[in-house]
Nanobody, 114 residues
């Protein structure tokens, strides 16, 4: 059965960086687009970034453009989210999402605070 497992969240100061990872098991990872979403307390889940199956095409939300980068390693069945210049408003639970299977990971908490 397919499964997504996120890691890499934590507490970071404003201006800092984190890299999130999402490892996929039991699926044809290299054939599906992947996305990262986030959900802050009391808010709806929002799309942060998406990447095509090959990794050649990406899309980012306006709120993270120039700061976050999505990339993938199909040999490792892993998608990443590199987050730089973090702001307090980036605080949320971050989820990876496999589009082809409508499959969500369990989420990883990112907290940006001094």
């Amino acid at each position: 059965q397919a499964k997504l497992v996120e890691s890499g969240g934590g507490l970071v100061q404003p201006g800092g960086s984190l890299r999130l990872s999402c490892a996929a098991a039991g699926s044809t990872f290299s054939m599906t687009a992947m996305s990262w979403y986030r959900q802050a307390p009391g808010q709806q889940r929002e799309l942060v970034a998406s990447i095509s199956a090959s990794g050649s095409s990406t899309n980012d939300a306006d709120s993270v453009k120039g700061r976050f980068t999505i990339f993938r390693d199909n040999a490792m069945s892993t998608v990443y989210l590199q987050m730089n210049s973090l702001k307090p408003e980036d605080t949320a639970v971050y989820y990876c999402y496999m589009i082809s299977l409508n499959l969500w990971g369990q989420g990883t908490q990112v907290t940006v605070s001094s």
